[in-house]
């Protein structure tokens, strides 16, 4: 169980966001929040628009209707590399990793966006631009420290096992250092062993940089232990909206996970 105080600043708010694509109703007038510091779950069967949620929060699609507010300023129109630039990170439900490149090397691509907003200044000082090469370098070994991947840092990311693969995904989101850390499903396919390692690593984000964390996430006993408050999406819809505790005894949600028409 997490600790959270009460009532925390909103970092992000959805109000109101609708998404189609083309005939298909991803999300119907969804509007929730996501307070500063709080591990947010994002649940609800296949096809509810759980990801397509977080392609809007991070600026992937564009919503027809409705309004992304963060830290306090509306958007409607963002492009990915600026959620980044914002201080948003993310993981995909599908692993997406440089394949052929190693653990180092993949989550040094992390730390490119922070590189090129020096550009300039480093094309006129070479030796400036050396040292922030180092203090880069110097950051990501922390991360693979952190994550305990030392072992793997020199081994082509497409030869590791799917889990290890997945906790470099995380690491390179790390990288950004992001004030929000969107996470698709970080424990799928996972076994025992490798979810609670996991688990351990999103509270441990949270408590080392102060990370708010949202995640999409099936398997409910990891939901209940780490998530303080857990959205429900059902056919696009929010049906449910609270704490760990009263979204496992909402009738709707009970129904939805159960396959009840409606
Ligand atoms: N790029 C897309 N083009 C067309 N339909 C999509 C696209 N992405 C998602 N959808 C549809 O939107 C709905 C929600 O999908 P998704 O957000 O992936 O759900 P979830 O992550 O909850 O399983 C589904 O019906 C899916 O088929
Ligand atoms: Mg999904």
Known sequence: MTTAPDKLPVLLSVDNVSLSFGGVKAIRGVSFDIEEGEIRAIIGPNGAGKTSM???INGFYHPQEGTITYRGRPRRRMKPHDAA???IARTFQNVALFKGMTTLDNIMSGRTLKMHA????QMVRFGPALAEEVAHRRRVEDIIDFLEIAAIRKIAVGKLPYGLQKRVELGRALAMEPQLL??????AGMNLEEKEDMCRFILDVREEFGTTIALIEHDMGVVMDISDRVVVLDHGEKIA???PDD???NQAV???YLGVPH
């Open 54 to 56: 977080l392609n809007v």
């Open 85 to 87: 630039a914002s201080g």
């Open 118 to 121: 020096n550009f300039l200044f």
């Open 182 to 187: 969107l996470l698709d499903e970080p424990m």
């Open 241 to 243: 909206d609270g704490t």
């Open 247 to 249: 979204v496992r005894k």
């Open 254 to 256: 009970i129904d939805a």
